[in-house]
DNA sequence: TCAATACTTGTCTATTTAGTCAACTTTTCA
DNA sequence: TGAAAAGTTGACTAAATAGACAAGTATTGA
């Protein structure tokens, strides 16, 4: 009732301000979290607030909902992604493509699991909230590598097998090592996957994609 | 307070009665279901009832609380797997048994996509209701397999690989193409995944697989 | 047939949830 | 320095949620 909206004497205006970035990542980020471990009907907003050491309230100063708030943690991870894998395609020998390939992606799940769980959860979900982007960006992504298998396909470079399969394979190998870490740790019986242990995955994944595709 | 308790003339017993299977069985389903598309937390009992069409208070009289149902879908769903799973196990020739257990575990993909799914979300949230399975029953099953496969190694019938490696690249990519259904079927442009599609897939991971681990 | 038991369900409650709001503090810049 | 804008937050509300309960109905077997 009392608030000092009468006088209109402008005697400033303000400048966008840094606050406005620092608050909105640490939501982004606690938020991240929680979708990815709760998904976003199990996440709360409170819990968020928690986790990110703000009031709840202040969340909804930078975020219009909860389906904005989780809409904008997917486009943050979404751009994470496209810097992290656009510069990977070239004409080089499909070993070299591939093997950098399988590398960037265990280094992904080494660097970035919150991330790669939260669309893997978005995905068994039947990815209500991604199919703009798929229909988009990523079916362009996807014709385009398939039809670099087939060129190599065809000048003998690797065995007759369906690309859609293989990318697949690669896609599914590398992002285990983050998805499914709890299954792997109880596994190897360790507490935490390190570096090395992400090293010796991609040799492994390496070795038996490029012999298996025949490429060598 | 008009409950018949009152007279203690007992004129004979029940039986145990085949409705109790039939109600558990289709709560169980529609539990199963929901809990596979939006985890624990985000699954709700009203939306189960409504999918099962009984009242919500049905469940509540099969099941203590949204943490007993939730254990019991688990516990179908592992009993399903052990069956699924047990008979695989041989001293055959290598190529013979991984051809076996990558066209079961595919065909358990197909079959079973819910089931499949239901870990998966499970495991990404770090599995808190498994570790009591994962650290009995799984753990012995993986120190079982591993060890066939170093005597593979030993006697030159594959090439030297960590066989933890190898096993989490065929579960992995056989998973796939029940967890990740949405993002196969944008990229392959599709409605549904057909049986001929899975088989497509068995085989090109059989390949892989088989001629990348130098089994031959 | 009938009483004991199994099963069903509408209604209620306490708690949690997303989201609002107005009062408040901090930052900016002229 | 001070006023305007940006940012913060405790208290509130309406809806959704898990679960309890009592009053029913259906099924069984003697």
Redesign the pocket.
């Known amino acids: 009732?009392?608030?000092?909206?009468?006088?209109?004497?402008?005697?400033?205006?303000?400048?966008?301000?840094?606050?406005?970035?620092?608050?909105r990542d640490l939501i982004l980020q606690a938020a991240e979290a929680e979708f990815a471990c709760h998904g976003f009907?199990g996440?709360?907003?409170?819990?968020?607030a928690e986790s990110a050491?703000?009031?709840?309230?202040?969340?909804?100063?930078?975020?219009?909902?909860?389906?904005?708030?989780y809409g904008a943690v997917l486009e943050n991870t979404l751009n994470l992604w496209d810097t992290v894998f656009n510069e990977l395609s070239s004409h080089d020998e499909p070993a070299d493509v591939l093997s950098r390939y399988i590398d960037a992606k265990i280094d992904f799940s080494r660097t970035h699991p919150t991330a790669s769980r939260l669309f893997a959860k978005e995905m068994i979900s039947g990815a209500p909230h991604l199919s703009a982007y798929l229909q988009q960006d990523y079916r362009l992504w996807f014709k385009q590598r398939m039809s670099i298998f087939e060129s190599w396909i065809a000048q003998g470079k690797m065995d007759d097998l369906d690309p859609a399969h293989v990318i697949f394979m690669i896609w599914a190998s590398t992002q285990y090592y983050a998805d499914f870490e709890p299954q792997i740790l109880i596994a190897t019986q360790t507490q935490h996957l390190t570096e090395p242990a992400f090293v010796a995955a991609a040799d492994s994944i390496k070795h038996i994609i490029l012999k298996g595709c025949g490429i060598c």
């Open positions: 009732m009392a608030h000092p909206m009468t006088t209109n004497i402008s005697r400033g205006p303000y400048k966008p301000g840094r606050i406005r970035e620092q608050s009907r996440a709360t907003m409170q819990r968020i050491q703000v009031p709840k309230a202040n969340i909804h100063y930078y975020f219009s909902n909860k389906l904005g708030l």
